[in-house]
């Protein structure tokens, strides 16, 4: 049964790893040709604007995730036509939420761009990439949204085809759109638009298949279900929303402390911590599916073991990656510094050197997030995740700036993780020693 187990963990695991590694390379990709077309300028002002990213990537992964999780524990009770109403809710959520979103990209961008930290020099090219992605919200949205229901049908290699095949789209159109084009941010911004399409037509192979579990009803759309959709979707939704927050925090410190070329220089470490980040939400997406089934039914032992193996795993990814940037640092700074300023090289080497530390600790913490939440632990899941972006992470930052300058916004991020580990360790001693109490009784 272990063996079994273990190999299923492995399957799931890596396609998501893989998939969600491919779907980071939408922002890495922009990242690259930006900073090659338009210089320091351009890399700071994508580097302003992919908090809005990470908010939209954020509320596709609290539906889809949020309405898979409910999906797959309905579909372990045979309770289908129930499931298949909480994948349709689901989609016209998304649906909704994305035209919410669109409206505020006609009407609202400048003002919003102006928040995020945008200068005279840096505001025309900020506004440009926010006016575009918001726009297209929807196609974000919904394509995460497909990617986590047709995960947890039983085929987590479409949704890695999916991920891949959108995200490699969007490297060849970002060539086409910045270059030959010449369309500048706006290329970029609407080549990022168009992969989450691409891949959406990957996805629709699914419901070809006769096996799949997943039916569109059209019904009126079922209110009351969203709570429970969102709440069970909320870590995913807090781990994007908190790394949005800390991307404006960070930017607006860094711009007190080295201006415009301190925000290129971290839109660098931010934009391959995105990458690093993608893989451990890539395990824990992977786990998700195996949690939810074996929690459906109240296969406790199994339930823990997958927890077991993951913790383990995004250890061992987080060692990989560090002594990754350790050997090839200067390189991977060379690759977006087009320029070669030697300012945004001295900056961004120091950062990736001390700022992926936290890795060690990032990938446990949201693993044990999506855990929680996978196990019917919403509360206790918003919890971690909350603390990881807003509670802990954003007074240390300027706390710590104003100590130790740059360093402390390098640290600020290693010193949450490791607090967060701490939160989750003591949650889970505590847990134990109430079910202990409850069976004495």
Request: proline share 2%.
């Amino acid at each position: 049964m272990e063996k079994t187990l273990f190999k299923n963990f492995i399957k799931y695991a890596s396609l998501n790893i893989l998939g969600m590694m491919g779907l980071s390379l939408y922002i890495l990709a922009d990242t690259y040709f930006v900073s090659k077309a338009m210089g320091p300028t351009g890399l700071a002002s994508l580097n302003l604007s992919i908090s809005i990213y990470s908010v939209i990537h954020g509320i596709g992964l609290m539906i889809g995730i949020g309405g898979a999780s409910r999906f797959s524990i309905l579909k372990s009770q045979n309770e289908i036509g129930k499931a298949s109403i909480v994948f349709s809710t689901a989609i016209k959520t998304g649906i909704i939420i994305g035209m919410l979103l669109a409206i505020l990209g006609v009407f609202g961008t400048e003002h919003l761009a102006l928040a995020l930290g945008a200068d005279s020099a840096t505001l025309a090219l900020t506004q440009t990439y926010l006016t575009t992605i918001l726009f297209f919200a929807m196609l974000f949205i919904v394509n995460n949204i497909l990617l986590a229901f047709v995960r947890n049908d039983n085929n987590p290699k479409l949704s890695m085809i999916a991920m891949l095949v959108g995200s490699f789209s969007n490297v060849i159109l970002d060539y086409i759109l910045i270059f030959p084009l010449d369309m500048g941010m706006f290329g970029a911004a609407f080549a990022t638009t168009l992969a989450p399409l691409i891949s959406i037509f990957v996805l629709l192979l699914h419901f070809i298949d006769k096996k799949n579990a997943l039916a569109f009803w059209k019904s009126k759309l079922q209110w009351n279900l969203i709570p429970d959709i969102l709440s069970l979707g909320s870590s995913a939704f807090i781990i994007e929303v908190s790394s949005a927050v800390v991307l404006i925090t960070f930017n607006l410190v860094i711009l007190g402390i080295e201006g415009n070329l301190g925000v290129a220089a971290y839109g660098i470490v931010a934009n391959l911590a995105l990458v690093g980040i993608a893989v451990f939400t890539g395990l824990s997406q992977g786990i998700q599916p195996l949690i939810s089934k074996h929690y459906g039914l109240k296969e406790h032992a199994e339930t823990r073991k997958v927890r077991q193996f993951s913790v383990l795993t995004s250890v061992a990814i987080a060692m990989i990656i560090y002594i990754f940037i350790l050997l090839f640092s200067d390189s991977i700074i060379q690759i977006f510094n087009s320029e070669n300023n030697m300012e945004i090289a001295r900056i961004a080497e120091i950062g990736l050197k001390v700022y992926f530390i936290g890795f060690l600790f990032a990938g446990v913490n949201i693993v044990t997030a999506i855990f929680l939440s996978a196990t019917e632990n919403p509360k206790d899941a918003f919890f971690i995740t909350i603390a990881r972006g807003l509670v802990i992470m954003v007074p240390l930052v300027l706390i710590l700036s104003n100590i130790l300058g740059m360093m402390g916004v390098w640290l600020a991020f290693v010193v949450t993780e490791f607090l967060v580990t701490l939160l989750g360790i003591y949650l889970k001693e505590k847990k134990k020693e109430i079910v202990y109490v409850k069976q004495a009784a």
